[in-house]
């Protein structure tokens, strides 16, 4: 169903934004991974929003090729392990049952977001980074890991632009992040998230 605003409501799914780099989004999924994958299965995703096809890197360095290498206006690719020090890789060793690279224009985001979910199966958590995505869905909850208020100065871009729907901003060191949040399974088998 979509929300007033034409955003996409994913009610299962729990969206981690971050201020900038190294914030910790990875460590806080993987956190919760571990604590939800015995009471719902779990899908991991990481989605990149990439300005235009065969750019440069978004962040203006030399980059690690993901942007440049993108081929149409998205792809999804699943994550083997293959790589284990990739986000990815971590979230699905965290117990994910599988974990998904969603690289996207993002003019297309919208279609990409929808083809992923077709991947999803009922009664599935969704946990994903990224600050993008939140300009294209409204997940059951929205927190932002690691902020610290010295660096608010240096806030990316894509932070700035949807930081105001954040529900809270969570420190992935204190270890206690799924108390945060309340899982619920509904009568049609679907799952649901929300801060508590």
């Known amino acids: 169903m979509a929300a007033d605003n034409h955003m996409l409501e994913v009610p299962q799914m729990l969206l981690i934004g971050a201020f900038g780099r190294n914030s910790g989004k990875t460590t806080l999924a993987c956190q919760l991974i571990k604590a939800w994958k015995e009471t719902v299965p779990i899908y991991a995703l990481k989605v990149i929003g990439i300005d235009r096809a065969n750019g440069g890197c978004h962040r203006g360095e030399a980059g690690c ?10 792809e999804i690719c699943e994550e083997t392990g293959e790589f284990p020090d990739k986000d990815t890789a971590l979230m699905l060793a965290a117990g994910a049952r599988k974990a998904f690279l969603l690289k996207s224009l993002r003019g297309c985001m919208d ?30 909850a929205f927190v932002f890991a690691g902020f610290e208020p010295e660096k ?44 508590v």
């Open 65 to 74: 090729g993901i942007c440049s290498s993108l081929c149409g206006s998205y």
């Open 111 to 140: 279609q990409a977001v929808v083809s992923l979910l077709a991947k999803v199966p009922d009664g599935t958590l969704v946990i994903a980074e990224s600050n993008s995505l939140r300009n294209f869905v409204v997940p059951g």
């Open 152 to 195: 608010a100065e240096a806030m990316k871009q894509s932070a700035r632009a949807v930081f105001r729907w954040a529900d809270f901003v969570i420190n992935p060191d204190e270890g206690h992040a799924a108390e945060a949040f309340c899982i619920r399974r509904n009568a049609d088998g679907s799952v649901g998230v929300r801060p």
